[in-house]
């Protein structure tokens, strides 16, 4: 149960880029509670599964000796429904996912970009975090600050369009 998990049902495992698979994976599961239980249920599901992998990744060490297994992709999931939960934070119906103006699509787009970028870049207390905090903190830490920016990010370049496309 524990290697399923840290493994988010075993995308980790994937030969190339386990991160971006581990991502990707975490993606649709990440719309699909955001489109029948809305951005609360998300965010508080993702604390709790953060919590539960920090406990999960710390046992895993302990017994392995690795740290931060390339494998281990709770993290991106965690990250990835941290950014989700901040933009596109709505409610929405699933026959209304598909509509350009209410931008579902186009910031749970951007948030996997940049979410993916702030990963595998890791600037600024991303990198700290990743190379100084031990454990299945430092495993989470990094992806859960990561999603949070990316979250951020996505939202603001959002508006900012929507700003753009009322001014021509």
Do not use: C
């Not at 994976?25 to 719309?31: D, Q």
């Not at 579902?104 to 100084?132: H, M, N, T």
């Not at 992806?143 to 990316?150: E, R, S």
Request: net charge negative; proline share 3%.
């Amino acid at each position: 149960m524990n290697w399923f998990f840290i493994t988010l049902g075993y995308s980790g495992l994937a030969p190339k880029a386990p991160g971006t698979v581990g991502t990707l994976v975490s993606l649709p599961l990440g719309v699909l509670v955001l489109m029948y239980f809305g951005s609360q249920t998300l965010f508080l599901a993702t604390a709790l599964i953060s919590i539960i992998a920090i406990k999960a990744i710390n046992k895993y060490e302990a017994q392995s000796g690795v740290h931060d297994d390339k494998r281990i992709v709770i993290d991106e999931l965690a990250g990835m429904w941290f950014a989700l939960s901040i933009a596109p934070a709505v409610m929405i119906s699933s026959s209304e996912i598909m509509i350009w103006e209410n931008g579902f699509i186009i910031q749970a787009l951007i948030s996997f970009a940049l979410f993916r970028y702030f990963d595998i870049v890791k600037p600024s207390i991303i990198g700290r975090i990743d190379r100084e905090v031990s454990g299945g903190l430092g495993v989470m830490g990094d992806d859960i600050i990561a999603g949070f920016a990316a979250g951020i990010s996505s939202a603001l370049i959002w508006q900012g369009l929507v700003q753009l496309k009322t001014l021509l």
